[in-house]
């Protein structure tokens, strides 16, 4: 009986959600379409961005909340808008998605501000905003 309901949530679960599953003509994300240097280059900044993300938890998990905020402001917070040429790939963007970009780059900064006043939970909670920006522009917009 559980199992059956189990079996029924996830069936629902894969046929509702937005998962990889979803074949390309179903896709209802916005697309994008950026030069192929430019395309490659965002995806670079992206995995730099998760590895961020990673390392800032593993500082976090050290207890070491100001390497915590350093490499939030510095790689993802305001501080990062020169160094990945925010500017030039914001040009190819539609409004939504520099907006998205840039609520990136302030949560992160939010979070810079609240590690350092050394609140370990509310550091974590401020960071799940961060992360919250990520889903938010995944959800909307692909490059391809
Ligand atoms: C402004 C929009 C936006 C924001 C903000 C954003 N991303 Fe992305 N990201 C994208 C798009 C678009 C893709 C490509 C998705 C596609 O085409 O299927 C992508 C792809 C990725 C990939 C896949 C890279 C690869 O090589 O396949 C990773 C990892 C990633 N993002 C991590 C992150 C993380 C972590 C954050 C937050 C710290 C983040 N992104 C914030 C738009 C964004």
């Known amino acids: 009986m559980m199992l059956n309901n189990m079996i029924k949530l996830v069936l629902f679960s894969c046929l509702t959600s937005t998962s990889p599953l ?47 905020a350093n490499l939030a402001e510095q790689r993802l917070g305001m501080t990062s808008l020169g160094s990945h040429g925010a500017e030039h790939m914001g040009k190819f963007m539609p409004k939504g998605m520099r907006q998205a970009g840039t609520n990136m780059h302030k949560a992160a900064s939010r979070f810079s501000l609240k590690a350092e006043e050394g609140e370990l939970l509310l550091a974590y909670k401020s960071l799940a905003e961060v992360t919250a920006t990520c889903v938010a522009c995944h959800a909307v917009y692909r490059i391809k």
């Open 22 to 68: 979803l074949l390309a003509d179903d896709d209802p994300r916005v697309l994008v379409e950026l030069p192929e240097m430019m395309q490659k280059y965002m995806m670079s900044n992206m995995r730099a961005h998760l590895k961020t993300i990673n390392e800032i938890l593993l500082s976090l998990a050290n207890n070491k909340m100001d390497e915590a």
